[in-house]
């Protein structure tokens, strides 16, 4: 069966970095197919030998287990040696195989409901770019070497190799070898660990570096907490934890542990585009890459030499420190307006090295943020004092069919930029004023002769239309966003 027709067949498809889709829809069949064009797509690329290790991890929700099992019967089959890493974060995986020159296979659907999951491929170098994507998406695989049932579940499950700690514990050495032992002494520190597989990982690195934790929320169910559009369950949470001032920051990261949340004392959540702004500074970042959809503070910071926006997805922002990087560039950062930061080359201070880690990771955003503002001894509201006043907003429409979404844009993406524009300013005009431009590098993106944004666009990962906002204040961003997200509910006719 060629992948590609089994993505049309089952409904599960490529969103970022791998295949996501409904539990009902990942049966052990289509899990063990998506394994197999992964693992023979490295083969073709000559980088698994037959014997070769491989490695599996998941997340929290419920399905998670079987899908890892499902991945291992098939990197079995293909004669490899599935290792089995737990429930750890997708990026402490990503970099112990990165370390280890081994593939893995990180079983996660981030921060969607629980309803759904997905597998993440990584090469062993990180993960697979749309190169692979579609190298994978055209492999036919033959499903008889694993012993499927009728109803396509394993005919014979076996249960996992033994679980082993060495990526989880190689993790958390990694930032308590590079940060100073003292670096966030006495910092009272509110975890909100919910569902999140790197809820450990954090208690350990930030209790290692001398933080006071307390952790809160703990939760034996799926919670499907989203960093860049922050349901209002969790606004209120934060402000409820830090009412009596008993905290200096609170942090937290979504289902597989790769994108943050940071509140400051207030318990207000900085938005994720802004905290990696605040991260790439503090870690000496020369050369920085975003999506189009993060906050233009970037650029009118004025704090680093070359800045590079890309479509959204950790793919794009990859290739786009790649290129940086070829052009001389170091060192090279990138981050998303969810948080998630990524590291393409070295850092190296007092001594010390972070290695590179080109996927996008939690943990180092939350510690670095922590240990910027004790180093200067003031609160962590103030960091962004220095940054011109620009505030995002995003939210998105559940249930939204992809498809729809695409239809509906495409009305203003006919190749006629005159043609656009005008058909821009027609709907939106009205509300927000005079266009000034529009941008089709991913969805559409308006800016208004005021300097306001908003930015329209489908989910990659789920039936979602999201929509972010930019203006100067905080309370116009969301009055923005709020408007938008309005007249697209009408979009659903």
Known sequence: MKIDELMDESGVKFGTSGARGRVVDMTDRVCCAYTLGFL??????????????????????????????????????????????????????????????????????????????????????????????????????????????????????????????????????????????????????????????????????????????????????????????????????????????????????????????????????????????????????????????????????????????????????????QSLRARGIMPVVGYEANGGFLLETDILRDGRRLSALPTRDAVIVAVTILATARRHAVPVAELTGELPPRFTDSDRIKDFPTELSQARLAAFATGDAAADRAAVARVFAPVFGPVAEVDHTDGVRITFASGEVAHLRPSGNAPELRAYTEAGTAERAREMNRICIGMLEGWRA
């Open 40 to 321: 023979q797509h490295l083969r073709a690329a000559g980088v698994l030998k037959a014997g070769g290790d491989v490695g599996i991890a998941g997340d929290y929700r419920p399905s998670s287990p079987r899908i890892m099992a499902a991945c291992a019967a098939a990197v079995t089959a293909m004669g490899c040696r599935p290792r089995n890493f737990g429930r750890i974060p997708a990026p402490a995986l990503a970099a112990f195989g990165i370390a280890e020159g081994m593939p893995t296979l990180m079983v996660t659907g981030s921060h969607i409901p629980d309803d759904r999951n997905g597998i993440k491929f990584n090469l062993p170098t990180g993960e697979i770019l749309k190169d692979d994507e579609a190298a994978i998406r055209a492999q036919v695989v033959d499903l008889a070497v694993v012993d499927l049932a009728a109803d396509g579940s394993l005919a014979t499950p076996a249960p996992l190799p033994p679980e082993e700690r060495a990526a989880y514990e190689a993790y958390v050495a990694r930032y308590l070898g590079f940060f100073p032992a003292d670096a966030l002494a006495g910092v009272r520190v509110g975890l909100y660990e919910h569902s999140s597989v790197a809820r450990d990982a954090f208690h350990d690195v930030l209790t290692g570096l001398g933080a006071e934790v307390t952790r809160l929320g703990y939760s034996e169910h799926f919670v499907p907490v989203d960093t860049e559009a922050i349901r209002p369950e969790d606004v209120a949470l934060a402000e409820g934890w830090a009412a009596d001032g008993r905290f200096d920051a609170l942090v937290s990261a979504d289902g597989d542990g790769d994108r943050p949340l940071v509140a400051d004392g207030s318990g207000r959540w900085l938005r994720g585009d802004i905290a990696g702004i605040l991260c790439a500074r503090e870690l000496g970042a020369v050369g920085v890459v975003t999506p189009v959809s993060s906050n233009t503070a970037l650029e009118r910071s004025g704090w680093f030499d070359a800045v590079l926006r890309t479509r959204i997805g950790s793919p794009y922002v990859i290739a786009g420190m």
